[in-house]
Each structure stands twice: as structure tokens, then as C-alpha cells.
């Protein structure tokens, strides 16, 4: 076991410097659909990954939000997935200072991408950077996968890889970032949820009818609920034909992992939102199983008619919907969207147009017995001073099985997010004592990697 002492004490004395770096990169306004601020924070992590020793490499180098792979080190292969465009900042007022112009207050920075995923992607790097100062060398293979446009979906992701399907071969994978619970604990995800977001559209009438005709003009926004209801049973579980077609039963493992979620945290839930029962009447482990295993179908928005001030009585002509549906393996969600337009074709609702708002991600789940997860949480449990919670999957997105799925890479993930970093919301910030020791367990993770088998 190596001494971690000089390390540490390495990172400790280059947390002043690291923390100035990446208030410069958290100063670059990388929003999706921004190709100057993409443009600037790809050029800087191109910078940053060759200062660090990389080999460095921009695919769709004509492109503002291309995708920048460093690769560094020799052995086993580790891919880090990053991304260094941003959610957009806006609501600007929400803000207690400018997005862009990182401070420091409570010893957290406070930009957008502080933590996500600007401040993660840096701890990664650092944790490199005090193994070549200290070590003189990685214990690994690292290679970093930064993306241009992970906030919008990867939409380019998989055809960049396709030309270089060399980038999906590796050991090991890690997710772009990680969390840490409110008693400190260190928290490990095996995975993360897939996605399908379409927008549903009908119209009824060539244009917004009298309502004195209500009895004879068919209705677009009632004909909107009905369409909607009718991929639902009457306790509100999503119901249509095919949705649970391709879902892989739960391992032994991942199931126990879900029944050991404290009931406490339902509790809490109940509490949080005032409610007395969830959907359906899930209670125990049918709940847990039901939030964390099973596909979901949510309504996110419905919009129809006259809601703004004063009355207007009309029979509206159009009606939307927008439905988000979250996938566990082994769903793709390009058949889930074509068993979503049967359902509404079969129901008699043919007129109703299913569009997909996004490239659909696929889910992807590691075994939580797989030896990746198990060096991830042996290299958490020194730094953190307690042993890690390992959850199935992540509850949202990421394009893991673009990365991992060809050749089956098993992927985990850790970080410093906590429940108080507001990742997408304004007052992002990153805390630096957790920033801290995200590299500290970054260094063990890399030794832990380096060492597992196969
Ligand atoms: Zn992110």
C-alpha cells in the first residue's frame, strides 16, 4: 500500500493554485448554442490536458463544441468522461453574484460549472498532475473524453466514436462526476438512467373556435388528455403496450441494493411534497424498486387554449405535450418512441405527431459486484472516514452506452457534489474541501485501478 502522506500533503499546497485555474476556466461562458464561449473553453481544455502531459486529440476539430481526448500514462485504460459546456445560467437575478465571474464565499466557488462539470473534470485532472509531482508518473492509463455537448444530449458523440471506435476500448470508465451525502458519505453509482423526451402535437379544428360551438368543434386540448391518460392506468403507472418489453430483470445484487435504501427517505419525500401516499399507493420496497428500477413515463408540461389574464372563450384548435421517459436497461429509446406512436395509433389517435426533442440515451448499468465499482469504493473509504453507499444507477442521463456498451467497459463514478450544489440552478458552486478530497480519492482510485483484474 503506497504512503499517501506526500500527496496529500501535495494536494493540500496546490489547492490555492488549482482553485485559480478553475475559477479561469468557470469564467469561460460555455453554454450550449454559444459557439464563442464552446469555442474558448474547448481551446482551453485542449491547453490544459497538454500542459498535464496528455497526448491530445480534437475530433470534429471544425466543429465550436468538439470533442477533446487526452490520453496520458500506460497499463490498464481508464476513461474519464467529461464535458465542458454548460447549462445556461439564466435566470441571471437568481444569481448572488455574476455566473461568470467565480467567487469564493463559505469555501465553496460559486460559477456556472463550478461543479458540473468544469470543477469535476479539474479534480480528475489535478489527482494526475500530484501522482506526476510526487509519483513521477500516473499508476495508469487515463484517458480523458471531453464533450462539447453533453448538455444537449451528445447528440454527435456516438459518430465521432464511430471513427474512432478505438476510444470505446478500456478497462475501466468512470461518469462525469459524483456525490457525497449529508452525513459526508461518499456515494457510488454503478450506472446511469436512459432517456427519451418527445413532444406530442394534435389539432382539432382549422382555428380557435367560438365556445358557443363547443357542443359541435371537437376539443384539442380535451383530446390532448384523453391521448395522455391513455398511457396511464387509472392509479397513474404508465401502462402502454411494449414500454416494459425489453427491461432486464434486476440482479440479485442490484435488487438488495434498492431494498437496503433506508425507508427514511421516502418518509421524506412524503414530507418534502405533502403528500400522504406516492402513485399508485407504492409503499416499501415496491416504491423503491418502482423510483430506482423501473422505466418511467412523467408529464412535463401540457400547454392548450387561453391561460393568460382576463377570459377568452374559445374551443382551442392546438394542443402540445411534452413527456419525458426515463430508461433502464436494455430499452432503446428509438423503439420505445415507435411503441409510443403504435400505442397512440391503435388507440385511435392517429392524427396525434410523436417528436423526438433529443437523441435518445440508452441506460447503462455495471454489476455492483464488477472490481471497478469495488476500487472506487476502497479508495473513498480512507478519504472520506466512512464506507460508501453504492447505488444501481445514477437517477439521470449520460451517454455511458455510447462509451462503454460496445465492448461491455464496466463504469462507476464518485465525486463532490452535494445536496447543496445546484448543478443547472443558479449558485452553482463547488465545495473545496470536497473538491479536495475528490483528488485525494482520485490518486487511490487510480492505484486501486491500476492493480484490479480484469
Ligand atoms: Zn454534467
Known sequence: MRDYEAIDAHVAASMPAWTAELSELCSIRSEAGDPDGLRQARDWTVGRLQRLGCSVDVIGAEDDAALVVGEIGEGRTVTCVQHYDLQPAAPLDLWTSPPYEPVIRDGALIARGAEDNKGEFLARVWAIEACLEVLGRPPCRIRFVVEGEEEIGSPHLAGYLDVRPELREAAGALMEGGSVDDQDRPIVQCGIRGML????????????????????LPN??????????????????????????????????????????????????????????FVAGRTGNEAKRAAILEPTCNVSGVWSGYTLAGIKTITPAEAHARLDLRLVPDQDPDEVLDRLRNHFRSHGFAELEVTKLAPGTRAYWSSPTDPIVQAVARALEPVWGSRPTILVTDPGAAPMWDICAANSVPQADFGAAYSGSRAHAPNENLRLDYAERTVRSMVRFLDEFASAAD
Open 197 to 216: 423526451v418527445v413532444e406530442l402535437a394534435l389539432r382539432t379544428i382549422a382555428y380557435d373556435g367560438h365556445s358557443s360551438l363547443a357542443a359541435l
Open 220 to 277: 384539442a386540448a380535451m383530446r390532448m388528455s384523453q391521448a395522455i391518460a391513455s398511457l396511464f392506468d387509472t392509479d397513474g403507472r404508465p401502462s402502454f403496450a411494449g414500454l416494459s418489453d425489453d427491461v432486464l430483470a434486476p440482479s440479485p445484487e442490484q435488487r438488495a441494493l434498492v431494498e437496503a435504501v433506508p425507508d427514511g427517505l421516502l418518509d421524506m419525500l412524503l414530507q418534502a411534497f405533502e403528500i400522504d401516499r
